[in-house]
């Protein structure tokens, strides 16, 4: 199967001397599931953000959609970023300043989609989730559960082959974990999106197929 993402020995440190990556190979093929657990400040976050090429590695290969990073300019990689990966984070995910359905459409609007096409996908993609009632709620009006099904569903705007969710559960409670983990495994099933998960909580049962533990800047597998 098509591999969407390949890390090869990746270390990263941001001063020098303190890695907080040393070395971490990984491989997700396309439609995989795979979560990221650690404890706060084991580089979770920094792993994604180099798996969304937000960030460049000290050291060693990050392969994404079967090319290679080092070979990616600046503005290849946002249109990579923009067309086929959704991120999630944990907070402050929404503008808020734009609507529901404004906020759905923003990466839309940002891949040069006409407004007329974007409003009616937008719509299409709240309703499919059973959230078009929210669609012309501010963010302020939403609970953080409700907040945070929103953000997943934006990360779904452009039809990414990825999506690289940042503890999308940490400031939920159970029950809504549940609901956003229900959603993000009906869009693995659905579509084949390759998804990378991370969470702080090593017991959360989590709907993957592989789970891994970010400790000491190495990667353990643990199911
Ligand atoms: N831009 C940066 N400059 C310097 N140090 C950084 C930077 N980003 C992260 N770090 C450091 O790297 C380490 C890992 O941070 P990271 O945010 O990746 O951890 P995390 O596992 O996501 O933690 P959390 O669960 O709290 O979000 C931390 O010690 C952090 O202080
Ligand atoms: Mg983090």
Request: charged letters at 30%; proline letters at 4%.
């Amino acid at each position: 199967m098509e591999k969407s993402i390949k890390l090869m020995k990746v270390w990263k440190e941001y001063i020098p001397g303190n890695p907080v990556l040393k070395g971490i190979s990984l491989e997700v093929k396309r439609g995989e599931f795979v979560s990221i657990r650690g404890r706060s400040g084991a580089g979770k976050s920094t792993l994604l953000a180099i798996i969304g090429l937000l960030e460049k590695p000290s050291s060693g290969t990050v392969i994404i959609f079967g090319k290679d990073a080092s070979n990616i300019s600046d503005e290849e990689a946002s249109s990579i970023r923009l067309r086929k990966i959704g991120f999630i984070f944990q907070s402050f995910n929404l503008i808020e300043s734009l609507n529901v359905l404004e906020n759905v459409e923003l990466p839309m609007a940002l891949a040069g989609i006409d407004s007329k096409t974007r409003r009616r996908r937008a719509m299409e993609l709240l309703a499919k989730f059973n959230m078009d009632r929210l669609a012309w709620r501010m963010p302020w009006q939403l609970s953080v559960g409700e907040r945070q099904r929103v953000a997943v569903v934006r990360a779904l705007a452009n039809n990414p082959e990825l999506i690289l969710a940042d503890e999308p559960t940490s400031s939920l409670d159970e029950e809504n974990s549940e609901i956003v983990l229900d959603l993000l495994q009906q869009i693995n099933k659905d579509k084949l999106t390759t998804i990378v998960l991370t969470s702080t909580n090593l017991e959360e049962r989590l709907p993957t197929h592989r789970d891994y533990l970010l400790r000491n800047g190495r990667l353990i597998r643990i199911k």
